[in-house]
């Protein structure tokens, strides 16, 4: 197996990630609005947007993973630090070295940006992704809670 190559999102990729980005909705057993999505895709590729976004290629070309981080202003540091919002790798390409190669993606640009630290969030039952993120990173011991508004 060759190693992961990864890129920044251009418009032509748009078919190549919007099958990762629902079955990554779909791991998650989420949906979202059609316009959740396009609006989205169309802030990833936005340069006056904080929101970027990767793909992983496998050898043969074949968009197998993304990745999805923010940049912004936090009370705990001077500059800004970058969330890792999304990650996904397809589940046959798994073990294969791309979840990392796209964090270290994320944290190469995040140091480049000056960012104070880069940090993310997963379900409480996905013990793949934690094998990772135990190897790759601190647990902080947080719990996420969320009160969603209503219009």
């Not at 920044?8 to 980005?21: Q, S």
């Not at 912004?72 to 890792?84: F, I, K, Q």
Request: proline share 6%.
């Amino acid at each position: 197996m060759s190693a992961p190559f990864i890129r920044a999102l251009t418009p032509p990729d748009h078919a190549h990630w919007l099958p990762l980005w629902r079955a990554y909705l779909t791991f998650y057993e989420a949906s979202l609005p059609d316009e959740v999505t396009a609006t989205t895709w169309g802030r990833l590729l936005d340069p006056a947007e904080p929101v970027h976004g990767a793909l992983a290629f496998d050898g043969e070309g074949r968009a197998v993973g993304l990745v999805h981080w923010i940049f912004h202003r936090s009370t705990w540091a001077v500059g800004e630090v970058c969330y890792l919002n999304d990650l996904y790798v397809d589940p046959g390409q798994r073990g294969g070295g791309f979840g990392r190669a796209l964090i270290a993606h994320v944290a190469a640009d995040a140091r480049a940006q000056g960012a104070a630290k880069v940090y993310w969030l997963t379900h409480e039952t996905n013990a793949t992704a934690q094998r990772l993120y135990n190897a790759v990173a601190e647990r902080t011991g947080f719990i996420q809670y969320r009160k969603v508004l209503e219009p």
